[in-house]
T-cell receptor
Framework: GNSVTQMEGPVTLSEEAFLTINCTYT??????LFWYVQYPGEGLQLLLK?????DKGSNKGFEATYRKETTSFHLEKGSVQVSDSAVYFC????????????FGPGTRLSVLP | NAGVTQTPKFRILKIGQSMTLQCAQD?????MYWYRQDPGMGLKLIYY???????DKGEVPNGYNVSRSTTEDFPLRLELAAPSQTSVYFC??????????????FGEGSWLTVV
């Protein structure tokens, strides 16, 4: 079946450091890929997504590129801020079976001032 | 834009009590989901629905029931609450057709404690 693997956390960085959170997936078809973010005490919010190979999703300074050859969708940000402290979830879905959303376990990021 | 609305936000239950978590979406999404998130863990799918009148079990359905009488509403019922059901519950919805890239939208969560 489909699965998503993320790097284990927690990840602790200083403000303005470069961020990479690795995500790899296993899928039987051609999934769409997502990054969701969960701030403390809140629900998950869509951060960015990519729907086909070589697409780059970007939002709020974060970006991730859909790499079919390496089945990866790594999340990057050039300069993190304290406000980026949250849990980040990589996910995939395969249309048209919309119920087939698979989430990774999440990676907790803490950014220190 | 209401999106996905869950109630209540917080609830304390005694062992053996029952309750219903309400969920409504106003985006005309056909798919709806219930997840639970235990402290420091990822999401586990409890039940999902692909449309009104249709529900299916997810990864962890035991101790729960759902119904989908309308497109908008997807309540989750806990029967005979147990401490193991202490968790944060998230309702979510998505539109799934023949196009790829469908996004799943989450409610703000319901914090449930069983004592």
């Amino acid at each position: 079946g489909n699965s998503v693997t993320q790097m284990e956390g927690p990840v602790t960085l200083s403000e303005e450091a470069f961020l990479t959170i690795n995500c790899t997936y296993t899928a039987t078809g051609y999934p769409s890929l997502f990054w969701y973010v969960q701030y403390p005490g809140e629900g998950l919010q869509l951060l960015l997504k990519a729907t086909k190979a070589d697409d780059k999703g970007s939002n709020k300074g974060f970006e991730a590129t859909y790499r079919k050859e390496t089945t990866s969708f790594h999340l990057e940000k050039g300069s993190v801020q304290v406000s980026d402290s949250a849990v980040y979830f990589c996910a995939l879905s395969e249309a048209p079976r919309g119920q087939n959303f698979v989430f990774g376990p999440g990676t907790r990021l803490s950014v220190l001032p | 834009n209401a999106g996905v609305t869950q109630t209540p936000k917080f609830r304390i239950l005694k062992i053996g009590q029952s309750m219903t978590l309400q969920c409504a979406q106003d985006m005309n999404h056909n798919y709806m989901y219930w997840y639970r998130q235990d402290p420091g863990m990822g999401l586990k799918l409890i039940y999902y629905s692909v449309g009104a009148g249709i529900t299916d079990k997810g990864e962890v359905p035991n101790g729960y029931n759902v119904s989908r009488s309308t497109t908008e509403d997807f309540p989750l019922r806990l029967e005979l609450a147990a401490p193991s059901q202490t968790s944060v519950y998230f309702c979510a919805s998505s539109y799934s057709g023949q196009l790829s890239g469908n996004t799943i939208y989450f409610g703000e969560g319901s914090w449930l404690t069983v004592v």
